[in-house]
């Protein structure tokens, strides 16, 4: 083992010959704000083969997008600047060339696809026209040329009828449209290098996983080099042969795929795979979070900067920081657990703390829903004429019982968080009943419903717009204790300071403003407001969607404390399956507006009955480096149809593998089809049995591919 | 006992509290509060800082105008204007006098105590009549939105100077009557614009956070919502206070706001029209003009500044 640290006093090496594209040495790109400096890239060095798929992994703030722009040479200067390094690119070394040279290598070379595709696509040029303007610029064809190129590469990226989309304006797709089309731009010149930076992050997991689809094979076909950033392990196990793994702007540890999932080595690696609530493990009581969170870039703990967080961390690591040492199976690593000079191997802490789930669920129903429909009337003219309905929530029944959790999981725009919202009456219902603890919800009036709502709460996703700015933490947790009076004076501020430290805040921050923390401790205020005035029921919408994985798993950790201490039923709102899978007692999904299918946990996971259930549990993205590309995928083509007219009959039979004769005629009722496992599909129905058994047999009645994606 | 808990044993031992908090202590420093924010970004816009300098000038002077203005503003001195000659503006008298031999240094200071009473007492009344209004139909939403914008729309359909001209003609114009009357033209713009505010307010999550809590309505708009609308109402106010004081020196400039012999630059503006053409008094209607304009921009200049600096989205670089 040799450390292979910075190397600044050696002579600039020549670009090295054979299969490289790019090699990066030593880059750094700084912000500088107001006397300060934000370290955003601080000295990263790799190199990536052409036809190679390069994996950045990291929480946000750790300088993956950065690393990206910096390629680029897209840092917004002032404030930021590429302060050091070489980027040698097919030959040529990036940083010594002229701006019009850059131009040249950007979008011809080199392109790049982001997040949102929205924001860099311009929204008052059609998508054909951008995509035109590319090929005349850059490769030099007609206008006419152009067009029948553009036309060509929206059929590749998989956009249905080409010639008619050539012609829409960016928000006139729907947000997987729009990353094919994005992917169709970069696609345009042919790149030799893309850089796709959360691609699929915004994207519905039955979304991302066709375009994941798509980017592999887009990839295998023009044997083009990519660099594919994500927070999300399961996509890099999925499509990338490297990774690097970035922490507070440096890589910690550097290896191919395999090796970072069955041999990590750096603890920092070690607590994100731990941390990670697994969609094939059963449900556990707590998750193992990564403590503390992110450094602030601009002011850097000394030593290794993952030292505070670090439960392996000595002396050495507070003081000295590590270089980068080359294992002999050839991964680098950044830490001083492998310093050749020390005498014994790291070992491993068993993270995962094997506790089984303690339940005290009491099957007396809190919380019965019957019938619950919602329409969301359209309204055009001044005269406010309805002219249709969306249709979010259509006929819904289920119950949570007292100490349980129901996790409710489907794509954006099913109707779960309207359910949510439903069933607190902060949305009145157009029809149905909801009782809740025997009391019926909607025959409560003003200053009734008041005083009931204390037993009633909610956290939200976003913990940016749910904190009130203008009002101190404490005069946010102290309102649902004042507002129902519950305690006065001085005992209010004896118990905002109690629930601030139970949910794991200093008391001292009481008199700050929310502006001042970050999103996990945000979630943690949002938290104790819910609890503050000792409420029995918490709708959970989305609350750990917006935090990196090693928050999540602090904030999971917490609300399942919470629950068992206080004895609360929560409805747990998410759209990823693995977190619903480590929290809840039982899931139901949801399909526009409807409960498809709904079962105990293990059932749910063991044994999932529904077409839909089926085809969004085998899109999730899985850590298993070793089954990759041997799995079966059920990748749903298309889109969710739109909730304002829903497709007849069953709802998912335009998108539904298994679709035979009664489908899109009869309706399927949510039926029990034993032991508690409700399931909406004809299948499934003795009626139908005769034909669902040929329709199983059958070749899926759609164009669906179950397909076995990654193999090239 | 591992390594694991051996590092939160650490942390807590260093600060007394849980870990987690221990360390995010340990990583996070302050950031600025958002007024300190905001005073900063004001502090960098030039003219508005001078021009706020100039308005609290101006607030001082008319607040001691009976002690700083060197005569009696209308006191009669016929020698000085003989044969109902306005008197030049000399050593003894800096703006000259006016044809009975009134000072117009000391009418020019007790002047501005009109123009501003009017402009913040106009200002006032649209400002809470507006806010009030803006707020209930913005956050309520169907019908009560409707009648709300519907009574404005109407409101917004008369012409204003006529609206004023015949209600002054009515009542007996001073600075209050003629505040009302300027405020009941003008809350209407700034029941839009805090309607507008609300529209997109109500669907925060902290309000849905609220009505969930249990807060009343009227505490949920004026106690969580209403300070979240303070930046445009402030700057919708800094605004709002020279087109007041515009409006008073035109009623007053047309003879319909407030009556000599009281002072008011609008009304010595007319007074000097036709000592300008008989006798080239410049000076009589030069200073009056001179600080309505300097008033007006300076309030103009100050409302830019608030506007920069209480957007979010402007930086500090
Ligand atoms: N106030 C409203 N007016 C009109 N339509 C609405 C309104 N609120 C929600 N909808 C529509 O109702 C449908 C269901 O929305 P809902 O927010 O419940 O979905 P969701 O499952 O929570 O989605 P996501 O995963 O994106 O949060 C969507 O089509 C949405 O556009
Ligand atoms: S160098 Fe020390 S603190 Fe850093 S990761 Fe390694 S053991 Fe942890
Ligand atoms: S009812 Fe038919 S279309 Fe619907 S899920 Fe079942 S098989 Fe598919
Ligand atoms: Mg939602």
Known sequence: MEPTGPRRDQPLSAPAGGDELLRVEELRTYFFHRGTTVRAVDGISYQLNRGEVLGVVGESGSGKTVSGLSLLRLIDSPPGRIVGGRIWFDGQELLSLTEAEMREIRGNEIAMIFQEPLTSLNPVFTVGDQIVEALVLH????????REEAISLLARVGI????????????????????????????????????????????????????????????????????????????????????????????????????????????????????????????????????????NLARLPSGCTFHPRCPYAWEKCRVEEPPLFRLPEGQTVRCWLYEPSRAEAPVRLIAREEIEVRRVVDHRPLLEVQGLVKHFPITRGILQRKVADVVAVDGIDFTVNRGETLGLVGESGCGKTTTGRLVLRLLEPTAGTIRFDGVDLRSLKGDQLRSFRRRMQIVFQDPFSSLNPRRTVGSIIAQPIEVHRLAQGREVEERVRHILERVGLNPVYANRYPHEFSGGQRQRIGIARAIAANPDFIVLDEPVSALDVSIQAQIINLLQDLQLELGLSYIFIAHDLSVVRAVSDRVAVMYLGKIVELADNAEFYGNPLHPYTKALLSAVPRIDPARRGARQRIILPGDVPSPINPPSGCRFHTRCPYRFTPCDKIEPRLRDIGSGHFVACHLYDPEFAEQAGLAGKAVPATEAVVGSPGQG | MTDRDAAIERAELTTGVSPAVAIEELVSERPESPWRLTWRRFLRHRLAVVSAVFLLALFVTALLAPWIAPYDPNAIDLQLAQFGRPASPSLAHPMGSDQVGRDL???????????????????????????VLGAIAGYAGRWVDM????????????????????????????????????????????????????????????????????????????????PNAMGPIIVAATLSIPAAILTESTLSFLGFGIQPPTASWGNMLQNAFTYLRDYRAWWMGFYPGLM??????????????????LDPRSRID
């Open chain 2, 105 to 131: 240094l000391s009418r020019v200071i007790h002047g501005s105590r009109v123009s501003l009473a009017v402009g913040f007492l106009a200002t006032g009344f649209a400002i809470v009549v507006g806010t």
């Open chain 1, 139 to 146: 490769r030099g064809m007609t206008k006419a040329q152009a």
């Open chain 1, 160 to 295: 249905p009828n080409p010639a008619e989309r050539f012609k829409a304006y960016p928000h006139q797709l729907s947000g997987g449209m729009r990353q094919r089309a994005m992917i169709a731009m970069a696609l345009s010149c042919r790149p030799k290098l893309l850089i796709a930076d959360e691609p699929t992050t915004a994207l519905d997991v039955s979304i991302q996983a066709q375009i994941l689809e798509l980017m592999k094979e887009l990839q295998r076909d023009f044997r083009m080099a990519m660099i594919f950033i994500t927070h999300d392990l399961g996509v890099i196990s999925e499509v990338c042969d490297r990774v690097n793994v970035m922490y507070a702007g440096r890589i910690v540890e550097q290896g191919t795929t395999p090796q970072l999932f069955t041999s990590p080595r750096h603890p920092y690696t070690w607590g994100l795979l731990d941390c990670l609530p697994k969609i094939d493990e059963p449900r556990r009581q707590r998750l193992t979070p990564i403590i503390g969170q992110p450094p």
């Open chain 2, 147 to 226: 009648a709300i914008m519907r009574v404005a729309d109407m409101m917004l359909a008369f012409p204003p100077l006529l609206f004023l001209m015949a209600v002054l003609v009515g009542v007996r114009p001073s600075a209050l009557t003629i505040s009302l009357a300027i405020g009941v033209i003008n809350w209407m713009y700034v029941a839009r614009l805090v309607r507008g505010e609300f529209l997109t307010l109500r669907t925060r999550e902290y309000a849905e956070a609220a009505r969930a809590i249990g807060v009343p309505t009227w505490a949920i708009i004026f106690r969580e919502l209403l």
């Open chain 2, 292 to 309: 309505i304009a300097l008033t007006v921009l300076a309030f103009n200049f100050v409302g830019d500044g608030l506007r920069d600096a």
